[in-house]
């Protein structure tokens, strides 16, 4: 089998935890398959970035400088993908499910005329033939996929495959000699979601506003219960759609995809969608005054009760809790 | 300007769908079939750019012919024709990115609108396969899109995973529409009469002459891993009592 490149994500040069991740999932492709596994790093002055993944046990970081990827650009990153896959023969290309992977591996898919399996959980293999399971209908069906032709492209779900380890070992980073004309595009700005609270998709506990808080000047009790619990903020649609809270804290099907150990979800009535992306949180707890709502269904431990009172009560029991321990 | 809007039916999202026993499928008894709630924010601001600057909005599908109903509540919400390239089973996403492709390069439009993402698949694929074949540039996960005919450039401002991202591509380019792009309107009653007169070319696929061979093929469905929820806790002190002592995570 032909060796497996992972492509890694970084924002200007700051390190995403995704790639370790995807690295995983790479790792069990190789032992399916055979071959190693190397990553690419695009970008401008992005060395960082190679010298960490470089420490999760690769063969080794391929590192392409230039300033046409000073920013992120899909039709940069797609077509400079394509001509290292080509020129070095990859058989097989990882990134992770994030709005990044999701964005450019499928022009990638396009340009190389490459099956793409996209947000993956799973990888199998059935004779020579490589098989992967993800997620479809919002997350209440898993689809076994065969993939044809090669090399074969996946974007990788971060929650089903855990964190690589540093594997206490430097591997080389290579410069390669790679650029691409962005035909126009320009990047023009970006308005960025500052928080001091651990990112989403990281985080091991997950509180989540919904509609149920009526307004954002409800939102500092959904913060004080996340920040006792050193937990991320999460959102339905609901709650963004409103102006409550930022695009980027959506949880469900068409937003990110948490498994915590703990998710609180707060006035959240639990749709289809939203649950798509939550319920493979390890424990699930849910606030609504609504008996019947559908959220209390997946949830491990319901509080049926107006979320107003009961949330600056749990604040309260977690601040006491935690001044015993302290 | 000319806009091209792809659409895909879909079982109604709001249904929550069940595995067919044999794995081959879902089951599509009492679901019904709409549009793609991503593909009604792409009409929905074909619509409204037509409405800015002028031109034209054509709607397109590829699939059964059935999917005729799905092109009308697009035609009855205002789009001006429909196309329907007619093709039995599943096509793959790269399959139906070379259909829409074929189409686009007959139609020559200024702009494609698709819907970020197909809630029966979840591929979130076509649109980017799209603008690759095309050597068209790409906006994916738009919240907000500025066009100018002018300069012949839309400015994007994209849902990412940090916030919110602005790039700037010149005309013709894929875009893919996110859930805040627009709310997409109903079809008024005039619409559907009028819908039911508009034109819906019929285009057999294999008159297009391309290949449609799967390359990502699906083998079967299982239904996902079942929580054992449903406990309910009698007040807050119950619940941190159980997160410490049962679930161990205080
Ligand atoms: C194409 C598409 C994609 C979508 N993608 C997503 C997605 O990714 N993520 C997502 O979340 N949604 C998504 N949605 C929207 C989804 O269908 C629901 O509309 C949304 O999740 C509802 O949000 P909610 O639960 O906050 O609001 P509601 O459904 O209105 O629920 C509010 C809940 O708050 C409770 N409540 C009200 N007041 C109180 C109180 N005082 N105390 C306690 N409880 C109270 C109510 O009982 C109710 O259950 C999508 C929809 C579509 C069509
Ligand atoms: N069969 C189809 N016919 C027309 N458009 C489609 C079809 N499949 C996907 N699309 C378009 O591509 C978008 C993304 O779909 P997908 O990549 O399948 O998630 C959809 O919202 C549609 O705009």
């Known amino acids: 089998m032909a060796d497996i490149l992972?492509?890694?994500?970084?924002?200007?040069?700051?390190?995403?935890?995704?790639?370790?991740?995807?690295?995983?999932?790479?790792?069990?492709?190789?032992?399916?398959?055979?071959?190693?596994?190397?990553?690419?790093?695009?970008?401008?002055?992005?060395?960082?970035?190679?010298?960490?993944?470089?420490?999760?046990?690769?063969?080794?970081?391929?590192?392409?400088?230039?300033?046409?990827?000073?920013?992120?650009l899909a039709v940069t990153y797609a077509a400079a993908v394509a001509q290292v896959v080509k020129e070095k023969g990859y058989g097989a290309v990882l990134a992770p499910a994030s709005t990044f992977g999701?964005?450019?591996?499928?022009?990638?898919?396009?340009?190389?005329?490459?099956?793409?399996?996209?947000?993956?959980?799973?990888?199998?293999?059935?004779?020579?033939?490589?098989?992967?399971?993800r997620p479809i209908y919002a997350g209440n069906a898993i689809a076994t996929v065969e993939l044809i032709g090669t090399p074969v492209l996946f974007t990788v779900r971060q929650t089903a495959f855990d964190a690589a380890a540093p594997s206490g070992a430097q591997a080389p980073v290579e410069s390669v000699n790679v650029t691409a004309d962005p035909r126009g595009t320009v990047f023009v700005s970006r308005q960025e979601t500052k928080s001091a609270r651990p990112e989403l998709t990281e985080a091991r506990v997950v509180v989540s506003a919904g509609r149920g808080i009526k307004g954002r000047e409800n939102l500092g009790m959904i913060?004080?219960?996340?920040?006792?619990?050193?937990?991320?903020?999460?959102?339905?649609?609901?709650?963004?759609?409103?102006?409550?809270?930022?695009?980027?804290?959506?949880?469900?099907?068409?937003?990110?995809?948490?498994?915590?150990?703990?998710?609180?979800?707060?006035?959240?009535s639990g749709a289809i969608q939203h649950m798509a992306g939550m319920k493979d949180s390890k424990v699930i707890v849910a606030i609504n005054k609504d008996e019947e709502a559908p959220i209390f269904q997946v949830a491990d431990y319901g509080l049926v009760g107006d979320l107003f009172k009961a949330v600056p009560e749990l604040v309260e029991e977690l601040k006491r809790a935690n001044s015993i321990q302290a | 300007m000319k806009i091209l809007v792809t659409l895909k039916p879909v079982p109604n999202p709001d249904e929550k769908v069940k595995v067919r026993e044999d794995g081959k499928g879902i089951v599509r008894e009492n679901i019904k079939t709409v549009v793609n709630p991503f593909c009604e924010i792409a009409v929905e601001e074909g619509l409204r750019i037509r409405e800015a600057h002028g031109g034209e909005v054509v709607v397109l599908t590829v699939g059964p012919r059935e999917s005729d109903q799905q092109l009308r509540t697009a035609l009855a919400m205002g789009a001006d024709r429909g196309i329907l390239v007619e093709a039995a089973g599943d096509l793959d996403s790269l399959a139906v990115a070379k259909v829409i492709a074929k189409v686009a390069a007959e139609e020559k439009p200024d702009l494609v609108l698709n819907g970020k993402q197909a809630v029966d698949d979840d591929n979130n694929q076509v649109g980017q396969i799209l603008a690759a074949l095309l050597s068209w540039p790409q906006a994916t996960f738009v919240s907000k899109l500025e066009p100018d005919m002018g300069c012949r450039k839309a400015k994007a401002t994209r849902e990412v995973d940090g916030g919110l991202e602005t790039i700037e591509v010149p005309l013709p380019a894929v875009i893919t529409a996110d859930l805040r792009l627009n709310e997409p309107r109903y079809a008024s009653l005039p619409g559907i009469m009028k819908a039911k007169k508009k034109e819906v070319k019929l285009v057999p696929?294999?008159?297009?002459?391309?290949?449609?061979?799967?390359?990502?093929?699906?083998?079967?469905?299982?239904?996902?891993?079942?929580?054992?929820?449903?406990?309910?806790?009698?007040?807050?002190?119950?619940?941190?009592?159980?997160l410490s002592n049962e679930a161990k995570i205080l």
């Open chain 1, 6 to 72: 992972v492509v890694a994500e970084h924002q200007e040069g700051v390190f995403r935890k995704t790639n370790l991740h995807t690295l995983t999932a790479a790792n069990t492709l190789a032992a399916l398959l055979g071959g190693e596994v190397d990553a690419l790093v695009l970008g401008h002055g992005a060395a960082p970035v190679a010298d960490t993944l470089a420490g999760y046990g690769v063969r080794k970081v391929l590192l392409g400088d230039d300033p046409a990827f000073a920013r992120y």
């Open chain 1, 102 to 133: 999701k964005d450019f591996m499928p022009r990638l898919s396009g340009l190389l005329d490459a099956p793409l399996a996209g947000d993956i959980v799973e990888l199998e293999k059935e004779g020579e033939a490589i098989r992967a399971k």
């Open chain 1, 223 to 268: 913060e004080e219960l996340a920040d006792a619990l050193k937990g991320a903020i999460g959102a339905s649609r609901a709650a963004v759609d409103a102006g409550w809270v930022p695009n980027d804290w959506q949880v469900g099907q068409t937003g990110k995809i948490v498994a915590p150990e703990l998710y609180i979800a707060v006035g959240i």
């Open chain 2, 205 to 242: 696929v294999a008159s297009l002459g391309v290949d449609t061979k799967p390359k990502v093929r699906v083998l079967s469905l299982t239904p996902p891993r079942q929580r054992s929820g449903g406990r309910k806790v009698a007040d807050v002190a119950e619940l941190v009592s159980l």
